[in-house]
């Protein structure tokens, strides 16, 4: 009897050991595990072995003692009984283990299948993540920049839904908010029709303009283009950095009373946020490649920005020759803020009659009407 429990105490010590294993089969490379398992298995091989000549024995002794007496007889049955069920003990045991082994084997393989798997696949990921990754950075980067053109462009046009036309077109816009009152009572206010400048030297803009990536929303009100961050003008000593353009047409500023198809509005901001805002006037005429790039990606929806797969040539949106008109006035949306530094530059572009028709089908009509000049100084190239 003693040796019956000798013998499942040590299979169950066995079962125990071979199961916490299984528990963490990544802490151990996979051969080792194997290894002990194999050595295991010969172990309780070995006990197994080791025990049948016991119970044999047993049943040896038992027999023997049966012929002493009736008693002895019963208590052999009863110990070949108990013999049968520590074999049939014994066999379940082996059953048990056997189950245990197979699902540490599994685990290993599986252990040992991932680690093969990882040097196939983390190159394949690693190639593409570089480029990826500085995709992302300077998209986020653009993006951040596009928010703050959201931003600015939110605060710029002010709170409350304003248009063109109608109740909510720019005879109102004063009185949609409190935060509009300069759209009503500024005497600084663009546009303008620009004439009798006075003729001067005017100082260059220096344009620091590159290739960028960009992103094109309709915000409801006209077609804006987000840029990255990085391009720059150079005017009067001040430094202003290139956060969105957008399309009115037809134009906004008139030159001599003479409105043109179209107008583009570069909008600068400084360190301070002032602005500055440089308009490109647009004439019918050839078609235009950087605009067309705009055009191409322009949104589905509005109020969600496309993001353009090719960057754009800033420098592109120019035209040819620098010279420009220059007055202090105000963003001609709500909220009207003064102080901003315009620069409509004399010579226009061109877009052809089928890129303006593509604008014409959002916007037939968003410009501002003139506003006074109130006898401010008007200035201009040579
Ligand atoms: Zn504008």
């Not at 050595?39 to 044999?56: H, S, V």
């Not at 816009?173 to 029709?193: E, F, M, T, V, Y």
């Not at 010279?323 to 949306?333: K, Q, R, V």
Request: hydrophobic share 35%.
């Amino acid at each position: 009897m003693r040796r019956y429990s000798v013998l499942l105490l040590s299979l169950l010590l066995a079962i125990s050991a071979s199961a916490n294993e299984s528990s963490s089969p990544s802490s151990s490379p996979p051969s080792k595990p194997i290894k002990q398992s194999s050595t295991k298995e010969k172990d309780k091989e070995k006990e197994k072995e080791e025990a049948p000549p016991a119970k044999e024995k047993e049943g040896r002794k038992s027999s023997k003692e049966g012929k002493e007496g009736k008693e002895s007889k019963d208590a052999a049955k009863e110990s070949a009984k108990e013999a049968l069920a520590a074999d049939e003990l014994a066999a379940k045991i082996a059953e048990r283990l056997a189950v245990l082994r197979k699902e540490k084997e599994e685990v290993n393989s599986r252990a040992s299948a991932r680690s093969v798997m990882r040097p196939v696949y983390t190159p394949r990921r690693a190639e593409p993540v570089k480029p990826k990754a500085e995709m992302v950075a300077s998209a986020s980067a653009m993006s951040d920049h596009g928010a703050a053109a959201i931003a600015a462009a939110m605060d710029a046009h002010g709170a409350g839904a304003w248009g063109y036309q109608g109740e909510t077109g720019p005879l109102s816009w004063g009185k949609l908010s409190p935060a509009n009152s300069k759209c009503d009572i500024g005497d600084r206010q663009s546009p303008i029709d620009i004439r009798d400048g006075i003729r001067v030297d005017l100082d260059p803009i220096v344009f620091d303009y590159r290739i960028s990536g960009f992103n094109v929303i309709d915000n409801g009100h006209t077609v804006q283009v987000n840029v990255g961050a990085g391009n720059y003008i150079t005017v009067m000593g001040r430094n202003y950095e290139l956060v969105q353009f957008h399309f009115h047409k037809p134009s906004e500023e008139r030159i001599n009373g003479k409105s043109f198809e179209m107008v583009v509005h570069l909008v600068h901001k400084d360190a301070d946020g002032k602005y500055a805002v440089i308009a490109v006037l647009i004439e019918r005429g050839k078609p235009h490649s950087a605009i067309q790039q705009v055009w191409n990606n322009l949104p589905l929806e509005k109020t969600i920005p496309q993001e353009a797969l090719m960057p754009l040539d800033l420098n592109k949106v120019l035209p040819q020759k620098r010279e420009y008109y220059t007055y202090m006035g105000s963003l001609t949306t709500p909220p009207c803020t003064e102080g901003v530094l315009w620069m409509v530059m004399k010579e226009p572009i061109e877009l052809s009659p089928e890129q303006i028709g593509i604008f014409n089908r959002l916007y037939s009509m968003n410009a501002r009407p003139i506003q006074k000049s109130s006898g401010r100084l008007i200035k201009e190239s040579n």
